[in-house]
């Protein structure tokens, strides 16, 4: 299997869960061609170099996957399509130092996914007696 990276700029327009529709659904492309999607860069909203569809800004979204050839045909076929993308790029990535590249920027992706996790998990519970605590002053 070869090691792909395709990052991708959605409108800026669209709301969060949009956003993530649309991102979930080129997620769904690369599944059904039988590539294995190694790690995921939301990289959020940035401004762009220069206006795209009258876009100054857009979310950017980076999949590193592994699959072959065919893959990038289907997964190329529906970004184009989809109106909500604005821009897209596709890296193949081939010789040892290429690889080695991949594999730290990999390493870096999953990191940076991983990090925000505990910190949303600590945050929870501090969020959960909160909303209680205003119930239980509503209701006395």
């Given at each position: 299997?070869?090691?792909?990276?395709?990052?991708?700029?959605?409108?800026?327009?669209?709301?969060?869960?949009?956003?993530?529709?649309?991102?979930?659904?080129?997620?769904?492309?690369?599944?059904?061609?039988?590539?294995?999607?190694v790690?995921?860069?939301?990289?959020?909203?940035?401004k762009?170099?220069?206006?795209?569809?009258?876009?100054?800004?857009?979310?950017?979204t980076v999949?590193?996957?592994k699959?072959?050839?065919?893959?990038?045909?289907?997964?190329?076929?529906?970004?184009?399509?989809?109106?909500?993308?604005?821009?897209?790029?596709?890296?193949?990535?081939v010789?040892?130092?290429?690889?080695?590249?991949?594999?730290?920027?990999?390493?870096?992706?999953?990191?940076?996914?991983?990090?925000p996790?505990?910190?949303?998990?600590t945050?929870?519970?501090?969020?959960?007696?909160?909303?209680?605590?205003?119930?239980?002053?509503?209701?006395?």
């Amino acid at each position: 299997m070869t090691c792909y990276e395709t990052l991708f700029v959605v409108k800026p327009t669209l709301t969060d869960e949009e956003t993530a529709a649309q991102i979930t659904k080129i997620k769904d492309v690369l599944a059904k061609e039988g590539a294995e999607l190694v790690a995921t860069d939301d990289m959020g909203m940035r401004k762009l170099a220069y206006p795209v569809q009258k876009n100054d800004r857009g979310y950017y979204t980076v999949l590193f996957y592994k699959g072959e050839g065919t893959v990038i045909n289907e997964l190329e076929r529906n970004l184009k399509i989809n109106e909500d993308v604005i821009k897209f790029l596709t890296v193949k990535y081939v010789k040892n130092k290429e690889i080695a590249q991949f594999d730290k920027l990999v390493a870096a992706a999953t990191k940076k996914s991983e990090a925000p996790a505990p910190e949303a998990k600590t945050a929870e519970p501090e969020a959960t007696p909160a909303p209680e605590a205003a119930a239980e002053t509503t209701e006395a």
